[in-house]
């Protein structure tokens, strides 16, 4: 069956610019989860959504950054006027419960900010 | 300090050596220790998950938490040239809306 993916694979930006990276998750998967990796600094946890709750949003960096996600299905992170320490690998993840702890991820979306 | 600290490596052992992957951790509500391994340019996949402390063993994999140390370890026994990924070693508290740790990861080679 499909896996999660996302969209785009590679994003280049200019500073300053806004960007939206988008993750559709497994069908079914009620969890869906927004990190960013760095070079050597492992996965960051930015925001957490699970079914109709609210979102846990304690992981994002600042205001600049906002995540939704329509229907309990396909969600959009967007980055307001990027920075150059935005550049990093953003990954998605999705998962069945938030009692289950294997999470499926997508390939990520890879951000450079010039 | 970090809630989980894991050396980057990188890590080069020849092809059929014993390789042993580790992680401290600090908050002793840790509940859930995952390792996830990730290839280059893709995302983790889950290999192992252990609930709560001993060991759990799968094929040529072994995880093991010591929650009296708070450190658990990952043993590949018969390492091959396609276990050459970076180890990521995770863990979550046992809440209802959890959130995952994630440690740097371990840059592992193994050489055939």
């Known amino acids: 069956g499909a896996g999660v993916s996302q969209s785009p694979s590679n994003k280049v930006t200019e500073k300053g610019k806004d960007v939206e990276l988008r993750c559709d998750p497994i069908s079914g998967h009620t969890a869906l989860y927004w990190y960013r990796q760095s070079l050597g600094q492992g996965l960051e946890f930015l925001i957490y959504f699970q079914g109709n709750s609210a979102p846990d949003k304690s992981g994002l960096p600042s205001d600049r950054f906002s995540a939704e996600r329509t229907g309990g299905s396909v969600s959009t992170l967007t980055i307001q006027r990027t920075q150059q320490e935005d550049s990093a690998v953003y990954l998605c993840a999705s998962s069945t419960a938030p009692s289950v702890n294997e999470q499926f991820f997508g390939p990520g979306t890879r951000l450079t900010v010039l | ?112």
């Open chain 2, 1 to 112: 300090q970090k809630e989980v600290e894991q050396d980057p490596g990188p890590l080069s052992v020849p092809e059929g050596a014993i390789v042993s992957l580790n992680c401290t951790y600090s908050n002793s509500a840790f509940q859930y220790f995952m390792w996830y391994r990730q290839y280059s340019r893709k995302g983790p996949e889950l290999l192992m998950y252990t609930y709560s402390s001993g060991n759990k063993e799968d094929g040529r994999f072994t995880a093991q938490v010591d929650k009296s140390s708070k450190y658990i370890s990952l043993f590949i026994r018969d390492s091959q040239p396609s276990d050459s990924a970076t180890y990521l070693c995770a863990m979550s508290l046992n809440t209802g809306g959890f959130k995952t740790i994630f440690g740097a990861g371990t840059r592992l080679f193994v050489k055939a």
